[in-house]
């Protein structure tokens, strides 16, 4: 019997490689666990993808976005995605019916991608169902967010920034070291909200002399430029000098931005972003948990408020911090953050690492604060934001779920308000 005849045609999902940044939120955001990543491309497995569309709306790039038509025993596998620079081309009707494929079953087929089986999932028997901090992370904004504008200059077609500041926002003198970094757009449009990220494209090629991709940077200053009316925006990067193992490494794109001088120009790509955006409606209330700079975002929104605040213009709700580092001289902005008023914004830090001191964590200290936040989830009015390093999602969703129950909610309504209502977000890497 014909094979491709009998295993029929699926509408295989696949990620534009020349597109994609790289930049995680799909994986993060895939309930199956149908996308991994090589240090070359972000690829989906044909056996695993059910074509959910839960991944589509939260990728900044659209790259994502991608199908094409292919006979079950051609699906292209993981293996042979990690080494696409660019998409392959749809079949031909000639090509799909050599494999046996009549050339139109392929889009009726299509509307919903079916997942190939394979042997393990034949096999495969009920499990627990573990909890999956992604799942509550929602994909649309706060209603009262401003309109954010994406992607107005794609991968392919960056524009330039002139660096007007840089300058170590750590302790100096210790290891890890963060830059404040100062772009300035000069006449050319670039807006951006809080929360939103931009790509920089460093020079040169990687090993396999492709041009380096962007890597992405959150926002650290607010909508109207980290010098008011100024068009220009600020980033937090950390100087990477080693891998997630701990082995020694020098980061491509962090060790570039780092190095830059003032008179510098850059090519950047964005802005990306729609969903983790700020409130805007009066009595709103911010709770930002963050480690390293998971900062960034947190202190666009911080200074958001402040100029609002100051202006006399917003009637704020709370904002409470949680921001957790290694110690505190690796925290970046510790100084400024000393200086807000204890009345504007409620600051609890966590650091790890310091000598003689017990391991605090920031969902140690979400625990310590529970009666607010218990209160604060309670509140219809509140959004959560979670940003940093990816080891401290799951941890800190499992700390909201435990608070919530501890107050007497209700964690699967409450939770799935959050997400609906675009009132929990997370943003981890
Ligand atoms: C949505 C989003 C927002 C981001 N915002 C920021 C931000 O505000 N500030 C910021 O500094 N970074 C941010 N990043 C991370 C940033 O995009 C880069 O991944 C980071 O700067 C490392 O890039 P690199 O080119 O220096 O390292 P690469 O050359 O890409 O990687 C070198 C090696 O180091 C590992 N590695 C990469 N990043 C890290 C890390 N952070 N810690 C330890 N090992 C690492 C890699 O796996 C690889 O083995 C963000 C990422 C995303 C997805
Ligand atoms: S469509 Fe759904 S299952 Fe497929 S990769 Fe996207 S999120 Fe995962
Ligand atoms: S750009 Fe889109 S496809 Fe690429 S890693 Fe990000 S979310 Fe995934």
Redesign the pocket.
Known sequence: MDMAVEAGVIKQHLIDPEICI????CEATCPVNAITHD?NNYVVRADICNGCMACISPC?TGSIDNWRTMPVVRAYSIEEQFTWESLPAELSPEELEAAGVAADTGDEAGAAPTPVPTQAQAAAEPVEPVFNSAQYGATVPPWSAAHAYTNLFPPKSPTTATVVGNFNCTEAGFDSE?HHIVLDFGVVPFPVLEGQ?IGII?PGVDAIGKR?HA????V?SPRNGERPGYNNVS??????T???QGDP?????????CDLKVGDTVQVVGP??ASFLMPNHPKSHIVMICT???S??MRAMTEWRRRLRKSGKFEGGKLMLFFGARTQQELPYFGPLQSLPKDFIDINLAFSRTPGQPKRYVQDLMRERAADLAALLKDGASHFYV?G?KSMEEGVVLALRDVAKEAGLDWDTVGAALKREGRLHL?T?
Do not use: I, M, W
């Not at 490494?249 to 931005?257: D, E, K, P």
């Open positions: 790289r930049c995680n939120t240090d900044p963060t990220s460093p380096h890597r992405q940077y959150s650290a980033l937090t990067v950390k100087r990477v080693e891998d997630h490494v020098r980061g491509v794109c962090s060790n570039y931005v990306f972003g390293g700079t998971g960034a975002p940003c390093l943003e890497y």
